[in-house]
């Protein structure tokens, strides 16, 4: 343990596998005891802190490194001092969001007592005021800083991994609204987060607020998401390389959602196998991180393998390990759907990969000759 904390059942353990298990992965109950947490509340353990502290001392002529005494929590009233200093000016706007980025990125605590404390309020109306300047503005230097504020922001709340009661907070037609500008007029890198945001809110949006969303929400998000948009295909690398340096549960879901909904046209599986590491990482996340990651995955290879199989990716699809891991698919227990998609797409291409050595002979014994 490099940070010991206590929850409500008594049990003590590392902050960051607690939170993990707790903020991330959604669990209401203690991993141990198998009790339903009263709370959330985490307690650092300084006793056995110390402890541990002492062993490393004592053992550092074995080359045991001293852990260093972690930062405690941020508190609220750290926080408001930040957003305080935010409205002196455009300056201190990208100085306080560059400040809640580093606290959000120490541990989980932080990003829950954000959300508690007004941040998530304060980055959407943030959001949507330089969405609107933006719109009106003539010269392009402020555009650009007006653009990295608002992309900024909309990264931290990508970032945060919002409630729902988070998420309800930024259930509003005037936010959506500034998401639909921004999915007009954005930058390639505000886009994808756009389409995480969505992903969440629309899950926990109230009926009549989708009733009412104006048709321009919807057109931008087809434009986006569509066949005809050529102005997004960065995004679609952005999108890969966020898959790529996330092992979140919740994200890799979301990117794997995004890229097939992307695959089902020619232009968004072009984009993906033309990335260096787009069958790789795809393929990486099967099995890793959840049977919803691995089903989409799998959906995704399947995409490919139907319709933009040449022989050149059937090829790199073998070096890399992608027909390898759909060979483990079909003998392990991973969901009926995605085990069928992966014998599927085996036996689509049993002529190209018949002679490699990953496959099974049970299995090459049904490919056709």
């Known amino acids: 343990m490099k940070d010991p904390v206590t929850v409500s059942t008594g049990i003590t353990y590392d902050r960051d596998s607690i939170e993990k298990w707790i903020f991330t992965q959604k669990n209401i109950t203690c991993p141990v005891t198998k009790q339903i947490l009263q709370n959330q509340e985490i307690t650092p353990n300084i006793t056995l802190r110390r402890l541990i502290q002492s062993w490393c001392t004592i053992n550092a002529t074995h080359g045991v490194e001293r852990l260093p005494t972690p930062k405690a929590p941020v508190t609220k009233a750290q926080l408001l001092k930040i957003l305080d200093e935010a409205k002196k000016s455009p300056y201190a706007q990208m100085k306080c969001l560059q400040s809640v980025r580093s606290i959000a990125s120490e541990n989980q605590t932080n990003k829950r007592v954000m959300e508690s404390s007004g941040v998530v309020e304060f980055l959407a109306k943030l959001i949507v005021k330089k969405t609107l300047e933006a719109s009106i503005a003539e010269i392009s230097e402020d555009l650009s800083d007006l653009r990295k504020i608002c992309d900024e922001a909309l ?42 945001l969505l992903t969440s809110l629309l899950e926990v949006a109230d009926p009549s607020l989708l ?42 879901e979301m990117m794997l959602m995004l890229l097939d909904m992307l695959c089902q046209c020619a232009e968004g599986r072009a984009e993906l196998v033309k990335h260096a590491a787009g069958l790789a990482v795809v393929s990486k996340k099967i099995l890793r991180v959840s049977q919803v990651a691995s089903e989409k995955a799998v959906r995704i290879l399947h995409s490919i393998s139907r319709f933009s ?28 759907k995605a085990k069928e998609r992966a014998k599927e797409i085996l036996k689509l291409h049993s002529r190209a990969w018949r002679k490699s050595s990953c496959i099974p002979r049970n299995l090459i014994s049904s490919y056709p000759s």
């Open 309 to 336: 199989a040449t022989p050149g990716i059937l090829q790199e699809m073998l070096q890399i390990g992608v027909v390898a891991k759909l060979c483990l698919m079909v003998q392990v227990d991973c969901g009926s």
């Open 155 to 196: 990264s931290i709340l990508c970032s945060l991994q919002l409630s729902e009661t988070g998420l309800k907070a930024l259930n509003n037609a005037e936010f959506l609204e500034s998401l639909t500008i921004v999915m007009q007029s954005g930058s390639y890198e505000s886009r994808p987060y756009v389409i995480m």
């Open 211 to 252: 009733i009412n969303l104006k048709p321009e929400f919807f057109a931008e998000l087809n434009q986006t998401l569509g066949t005809g948009s050529k102005r997004w295909n960065p995004g679609r690398a952005v999108i890969i390389d966020l898959l790529l340096d996330s092992s979140e549960k919740r994200v890799c």
